[in-house]
């Protein structure tokens, strides 16, 4: 999937304009890769456009070890925004790079992080 539209469809999904977007999708993009394993991180980025790849690369194997608030901090801080902007951001992140790399790809990366972190990858419910 091309930038452009990885980013449209981050906007779309975390209902914000699309500069808010590029920013929240390289703060996610980069924060997850400090948070798992260097292969992991280079399997997710050879599904991503040439644009995004990048920020999937790291120097080393090792994962840094941090949860879920530290993880939203760091993107927040990133894209300067809030954490309320950063959770959606994330969110909308982690469910579009799902149906880009598809399902084994993304379980085999997820699994690396803890379950509130997981738990943002999947569908909110639709209310009543």
Do not use: C, N, W
């Not at 809030?82 to 790079?97: F, H, N």
């Amino acid at each position: 999937m091309a930038e452009l539209k990885f980013v449209e469809k981050v906007a779309a999904r975390a209902g914000v304009p699309p500069e808010t977007a590029r920013s929240l999708t390289e703060a996610t993009l980069g924060t997850l890769t400090q948070r798992i394993s260097g292969g992991q991180a280079g399997a997710l980025a050879g599904h991503l456009a040439d644009e995004l790849s990048p920020l999937l690369i790291k120097g080393t194997e090792d994962p840094e070890a941090f949860g879920y608030d530290e993880f939203l901090r760091r993107v927040a801080d990133r894209a300067g925004v809030d954490r309320g902007v950063a959770e959606r951001g994330v969110r909308a992140v982690l469910q579009t790079l799902h149906r880009v790399v598809g399902h084994r790809e993304f379980t085999d990366a997820m699994v690396q992080l803890p379950a509130d972190l997981r738990a943002l990858a999947e569908p909110l419910p639709h209310g009543p």
